[in-house]
């Protein structure tokens, strides 16, 4: 069973640091994309950043760029995305999703990706 288990939400105070992780469980992150989502209550669902294990590319929404850095790890099981200067509009749970292919699987549609985390919150106080 491919799953996808996320870690490292929490509370923080604005300007502050998270890391979340990712962790695939049932097979390997190897020819995936790995997507960050995240949805704060009243709004559609966001992807923030998307790393291609094939190329090792990332891509970032503007909203975190500078902020947020995605990254994987040698195991190829496990991606982390570290928050830095976090603010209070950051605030939303977070969702990992994987789904096969390259670059251009981090501009699919959250609707593409067939394996998902359960979802972490993450708040940031003011």
């Known amino acids: 069973q491919l799953q996808l288990v996320e870690s490292g939400g929490g509370l923080v105070q604005s300007g502050g640091s998270l890391r979340l992780s990712c962790t695939a469980s049932?097979?390997?992150?190897?020819?995936?994309?790995i997507s960050w989502f995240r949805q704060a209550p009243g709004k559609e669902r966001e992807r923030v950043s998307c790393?291609?294990?094939?190329?090792?590319?990332?891509d970032y929404a503007d909203s975190v760029k500078g902020r947020f850095t995605l990254s994987g790890d040698n195991d190829k099981r496990t991606v982390k995305l570290q928050m830095n200067k976090l603010k209070p509009e950051d605030t939303a749970v977070y969702s990992c999703?994987?789904?096969?292919?390259?670059?251009?699987?981090?501009?699919?549609?959250?609707?593409?990706?067939?394996?998902w985390g359960q979802g972490t919150q993450v708040t940031v106080s003011s």
């Open positions: 999703a994987a789904g096969r292919g390259g670059d251009a699987a981090c501009r699919m549609p959250s609707t593409w990706y067939d394996v």
């Open positions: 049932g097979f390997t992150l190897n020819y995936y994309a």
């Open positions: 790393l291609s294990s094939t190329s090792g590319n990332t």
